[in-house]
């Protein structure tokens, strides 16, 4: 296993148009997260997935993001209508479950970066 | 509500000087505590981690004492490396049943030979 994988490590797009970005979670891990990080700040929390089920959503995510993850594998976070202030780092994260939740560590991947002409 | 704060940065420092990254945070209950480090161009990676008060999580020799008198989780090393420099952040790990992270800003550090 190679760690948390993101698709497409970069995606340029204008105004108005709708982006999908792909995140494949490390293979035995049930839990899945996706923050977003602009630049100098540190990431922001948008949703958390327990295999299939998405069970926390930020107030972050207007009605113009959806996450899903269909089969508790890979998950998908869409952005319709984009807008310049969308414009950051969109990080995915996974980790196992089990024992001292609060304890458990998040292996990050590298990210997808948008930037909104 | 629960937040992180950090020293602000850049960190600039000369190799083998020790250094001080300063975090406190608020939090109801009872927080795990992280320290993350960014590589320029890589993801976020776990560097050291304590779960309960007067833990001291280490790693790559950087510490961090999880002090809850003074909310405080500060990272420290003794003697920096030009391969150190990245973007460090602290992180607090809310329990419930998942671990939702909620992040301080970050902090640069710049090692110079």
């Known amino acids: 296993d190679t760690g948390v994988s993101q698709d497409p490590r970069h995606k340029i797009t204008k105004r108005g148009q709708n982006v999908t970005f792909r995140c494949d979670p490390i293979?035995?891990?049930?839990?899945l997260y996706w923050y977003r990080q602009t630049l100098g700040q540190g990431p922001e929390f948008l949703t958390y997935?327990?295999?299939?089920?998405?069970?926390?959503k930020s107030r972050l995510l207007s009605d113009r993001f959806s996450a899903e993850r269909p089969k508790g594998s890979f998950s998908t976070l869409e952005i319709q209508r984009t807008e310049q202030g969308d414009s950051a780092m969109y990080l995915c994260?996974?980790?196992?479950?089990?024992?001292?939740?609060?304890?458990?560590?998040?292996?990050f991947g590298a990210g997808s970066r948008l930037t909104v002409l | 509500g629960d937040s992180v704060t950090q020293m602000e940065g850049p960190v600039t420092l000369s190799e083998e000087a020790f250094l001080t990254i300063n975090c406190t945070y608020t939090?109801?209950?009872?927080?795990?505590l992280f320290w993350y480090v960014q590589y320029p161009g890589e993801g976020l990676q776990l560097l050291l981690k304590?779960?309960?008060?007067?833990d001291k999580g280490s790693n790559k020799g950087f510490e961090a004492t999880y002090r809850k008198e003074t909310t405080s989780f500060h990272l420290e090393k003794g003697s920096v490396q030009v391969s150190d420099s990245a973007v460090y952040f602290c992180?607090?790990?809310?329990?419930?049943?998942?671990?939702?992270?909620?992040f301080g800003a970050g902090t640069r550090l710049a090692v110079h030979p």
């Open positions: 994260a996974s980790s196992g479950g089990g024992g001292n939740s609060g304890a458990n560590v998040l292996t």
């Open positions: 293979s035995e891990h049930n839990r």
């Open positions: 997935f327990q295999n299939e089920a998405q069970l926390e």
């Open positions: 939090a109801t209950g009872y927080p795990s």
């Open positions: 304590a779960t309960k008060a007067d």
């Open positions: 992180a607090l790990g809310l329990g419930g049943g998942y671990n939702k992270l909620i």
